[in-house]
């Protein structure tokens, strides 16, 4: 199974963006890379997903690198409400459904 | 739109108890995840279902069965609850399209005494 690394915790300031990186150097070629976060007390919420190219939407940014290898998820300007921990997964293709969350990144904002 | 409604919120059981966590789904998706989360850590998969009247092990299903009777409804059933089963229970819902998010329900909080 493809997995994905993750760095245990990272902190920003509010209102400055936030770079959480993701490493998955054995994805396949058509395998899906989403992104979720969890707030506390609550469960996970989609935050964005792409294939090749970079992907925005209105919660966040997606950069994905040329060789697919590893993948940023870009939270444009940190808010309070931003704080959770980041999950960064492979979703697989060709019938195969099983959806591995990894640690994930913990993320603090600070006022 | 309710989306992913899980039942009950919290229970708390003894040892040896049985009990059936339901979920249910008004999106119509075809796939159905139960996954568990213990404290400071990531979702480990349970059991999951790509449709009605199928199911499927993942990493961690010991102790555990399901049924997809309904396409809407995924049950997830302890038969003899033992203290390491203390912990979050989340269902996940989605199609059954790679680049299909997973909506998840708010959790089961479950304490085996």
């Known amino acids: 199974d493809a997995k994905t690394t993750q760095p245990n915790s990272m902190e920003s300031n509010e209102e400055e963006p936030v770079h959480l990186p993701c490493n998955h150097s054995t994805i396949s070629g058509t395998d899906y890379i989403h992104w979720y976060r969890q707030l506390p007390s609550q469960g996970p919420e989609y935050v964005i997903h792409?294939?090749?190219s970079n992907v925005n939407n209105r919660m966040a940014s997606l950069a994905i690198a040329e060789d697919r290898k590893s993948s940023t998820l870009i939270l444009h300007r940190a808010t309070l409400r931003d704080a959770a921990v980041y999950y960064c997964i492979l979703r697989f293709s060709g019938g195969y459904n099983k959806l591995i969350f990894g640690a994930g990144t913990r993320l603090a904002v600070h006022p | 739109n309710a989306g992913v409604t899980q039942t009950p919120k919290f229970r708390v059981l003894k040892t040896g108890q049985s009990m059936t966590l339901l979920c249910a789904q008004d999106m119509n998706h075809e796939y159905m995840y139960w996954y568990r989360q213990d404290p400071g850590m990531g979702l480990r998969l349970i059991h999951y279902?790509?449709?009605?009247?199928?199911?499927a092990k993942g990493e961690v299903p010991d102790g555990y069965n399901v049924s997809r009777l309904k396409k809407q409804n995924f049950l997830l059933g302890l038969e003899s609850a033992a203290p390491s089963q203390t912990s979050v229970y989340f269902c996940?819902?989605?199609?059954?399209?790679?680049?299909?998010?997973?909506?998840f329900g708010n959790g089961t909080r479950l304490t085996v005494t």
């Open positions: 792409g294939l090749t």
């Open positions: 279902s790509v449709g009605e009247g199928t199911t």
């Open positions: 996940a819902s989605s199609w059954g399209r790679e680049s299909s998010p997973l909506h």
